[in-house]
Nanobody, 124 residues
Framework: QVQLVESGGGLVQAGGSLRLSCAAS????????MAWFRQAPGKEREAVSGIRGSGGTTYYADSVKGRFTISRDNAKNTVYLQMNSLKPEDTAVYLC?????????????????WGQGTQVTVSS
């Protein structure tokens, strides 16, 4: 069992930056692929970014490429999402997810553990 706790969300003006963190419990963090998803009101959950256990493979949604960067610190059991040049359309609840299954990083159905989410609001 893995427990995930997100932090770092908040209210920011368009063009600003935020860094989200997701702290995981357990001693085998490096064996889990991690990802960030987001869900806005009335919209489906969408994959934002993902990273394999070693950190060598990453995924980014087209809408965030060049603006967001995912990273992980396996010694701290933490995955990060650095979000720059934020836009109002980035407003959503951001959720952290973890899996040991070798599926596409963008597939929500491939993740077994989810955090509660952190709200990101970008004002225009």
């Amino acid at each position: 069992q893995v427990q995930l706790v997100e932090s770092g969300g908040g209210l920011v003006q368009a063009g600003g930056s935020l860094r989200l963190s997701c702290a995981a419990s357990g001693r085998t963090f490096s064996s889990y692929a991690m990802a960030w998803f987001r869900q806005a009101p009335g919209k489906e959950r969408e994959a934002v970014s993902g990273i394999r256990g070693s950190g060598g493979t990453t995924y980014y949604a087209d809408s965030v490429k060049g603006r967001f960067t995912i990273s992980r610190d396996n010694a701290k059991n933490t995955v990060y999402l650095q979000m720059n040049s934020l836009k109002p359309e980035d407003t959503a609840v951001y959720l952290c997810a973890a899996t040991r299954r070798a599926l596409g990083l963008w597939l929500a159905g491939g993740y077994d553990y989810w955090g509660q989410g952190t709200q990101v609001t970008v004002s225009s």
